[in-house]
C-alpha cells in the first residue's frame, strides 16, 4: 500500500477539485492510500457525495492556509496548522507516508521541501521538473523550471541524470533524449555555463543519453524528451511557451467567429479544434515535480481542475511504486564516487 498526503486547502479551487481528484486516483489505484490535509469538517461535507472505500482515506484536520500572498519561509515556519505545513510534517515523520501533492504556494512548496523533508545525500539542489505535450503526441520534460535562478554545470548535469530517471519511471520513457536550451544547436554556442555544461553532458553517457543543444523554438516539436537548464531560463521558458499558446488558441477562436463562412468552416473541424485544445491543457499531465528531496512532492497548477489533481496524485504513485528517489539516489552517489576517483 503506497501512502500519500494531498493538501486539500491549496489552488484557486480547493477543496472542491482537490478532493474529487484525489477519490477519482483512490477508486482507480487499489493499492493507494490517501491522507487529506485540510478543514476536517469541510473536508468531510465534501466526500459525503463520494462513493469510495473509507479503508483507504483518512483526514488531517488543519484549520489554517498558506496563501500566495504570505512569504514562503515564514508560512513554514509560523502557519503550523495549515494545511500545506501539516501534510510535510506528515511526510517527514511518518516512514509510511511516500508523497505529498499540492496545487497550493509554489514558493511554500519549494520552502516545505527543503525545510522539512531535506536533500537526498549527495545531491547539490533539488529541482523542479514539469511535463509538456509535443506535436508529435509524447511529452518533454523541462528542469529546471524556477528552482534554482543561479547554477553551474554540476548543477545542471545532476538535474539532467533526475529528470531523465524520472522520466523513465514515471512516465516509461526509455532512454530518454537529454537537450541543453541554448542560443543555437551549435556545440560552440552559448555563455561559459553552456559551454561547460554541454562538455560535461556529453562525456557523462552513458547515464545521460545527450544529444546536444536545442534552442527553445524546438521545444515542442517532439524531438527532445527532457531540456535541461538553469531555473531562471526554464520558468521564462515554459511561461513564454504557454503563454504563446494560449494566445494562438485566442487566434482561432477569434477567426472561426469572424464571419458566417468561418463559423461554417468551425463547425466542420470542431472535433480537430477540440483534439488541438485538449492536447494543450496541462489539466491532462499533472505537476512539476521537486527531484531530489528524500520523498515525494509533485507540485500542480495553481487552477488545477479535479483532472489535474488526479494526474499529479498518480504521478506521485507511478514515482514511489518505481523507488525513484531510492534509483535517483544510487546514480547521484556513482556520479560522485566516480569525480572522486
Known sequence: MIKLVVDCFGGDRSPKANVEGAIKALNEIKDLYL????????????LKQYEYDKERLTILHAPDVISCNDTPTEA??????????????????????????????????????VMKVGRILGV????????????????????????????DPQHLQQFAIMASLYLQKAFNVQNPRVALLNIGTEEEKGDALRKETFQLLKNSTPSINFVGNMESRDLLSGSYDLVVCDGFSGNVLIKTTEGSCLEVL?????AFTKNLKNKIGALLLKKSVYEIKDMMDYNNYGGAVML????????????????????????????????LCEVISEEITKLNEQKEA
Not at 79 to 99: C, I, Q
Open 35 to 46: 491522507i487529506l490535509t485540510g478543514d476536517e469538517n469541510i473536508l468531510s461535507e465534501e
Open 124 to 151: 547539490k539542489r533539488p529541482a523542479f521538473c514539469p511535463i509538456l505535450p509535443t506535436m508529435t503526441g509524447g511529452i518533454v520534460g523541462i528542469c529546471d523550471s524556477g528552482a534554482n535562478v543561479d547554477c
Open 292 to 323: 531530489g528531496i528524500k520523498k515525494t512532492v509533485v507540485k500542480g497548477h495553481g487552477s488545477s481542475k479535479a483532472k489535474a489533481i488526479y494526474h499529479c496524485i498518480k504521478q506521485a504513485y507511478n514515482m514511489e511504486n518505481n523507488k
Open 250 to 254: 485566442k487566434l482561432i477562436k477569434k
Open 76 to 113: 513554514i515556519r509560523q502557519k503550523k496548522e495549515s494545511s500545506l505545513v501539516k501534510g510535510f510534517e506528515l511526510l517527514r515523520n511518518d516512514p509510511e507516508v511516500r508523497g505529498l501533492v499540492s496545487v497550493g504556494s509554489t514558493g511554500a512548496i519549494l520552502a516545505g521541501c
